[in-house]
């Protein structure tokens, strides 16, 4: 019979996890600066793939993150709130990631699609209130939260993201 380890965290969320999984979490905070960077770790160590919801996308840093995470061979697909991302700062921010082979899809089948969350490998969920947006890395007060090697939790968040992929729409549109 499995041995089974009880983290505070999960023992929050109502469940215990096998004992071979060392599961973590971080937080950090904005506009300290420890928000932003925890973003970009994440992002920065994906090996298989990476799934993002986004309310706003527009940080040219993060951006960049997922470019070079796709240059070094990363599955790389990412949904944004189409009315939220009309403006000049977005639209060159979709276009530099799209134009660098990032998939990326809008989505208006909401009246806002607020969602901010990266999915790293299947394993681990980036969340919080930090929006993809300079403001949220430099004045906004902002949270993100990084929980990895929970499985209960990252597969809720795939099923959530998978099912705002298949309502939004392929950017550019062709």
């Not at 394993?123 to 929970?150: K, L, P, Q, Y």
Request: charged letters at 20%.
């Amino acid at each position: 019979m499995a041995k089974f380890r009880c983290v505070a965290v999960a023992l929050l969320l109502g469940f215990c996890l096998p004992s071979h999984a060392e599961p973590s979490v971080q937080v950090g905070f904005s506009p300290e600066g420890s928000a932003r960077q925890l973003v970009l770790e994440t992002i920065g160590s994906a090996q298989h793939s990476i799934q993002m919801l986004a309310y706003a996308f527009q940080a040219p840093d993060i951006m960049q993150a997922l470019v070079d995470a796709k240059n070094r061979g990363v599955q790389v697909r990412v949904v944004v709130d189409k009315q939220r991302n009309q403006g000049k700062t977005s639209k060159h921010a979709m276009d530099f990631v799209t134009r660098h082979g990032v998939e990326l899809r809008t989505n208006d089948h909401f009246h806002i699609h607020h969602d901010k969350l990266v999915i790293v490998d299947e394993n681990t969920v980036e969340t919080g209130s930090f929006n993809f947006a300079a403001s949220a890395e430099t004045v906004n007060s902002e949270n993100v939260i990084v929980v990895r090697d929970m499985p209960q939790v990252s597969s809720q968040y795939l099923a959530h993201w998978q099912s705002r992929w298949d309502s939004g729409q392929t950017y550019p549109p062709r």
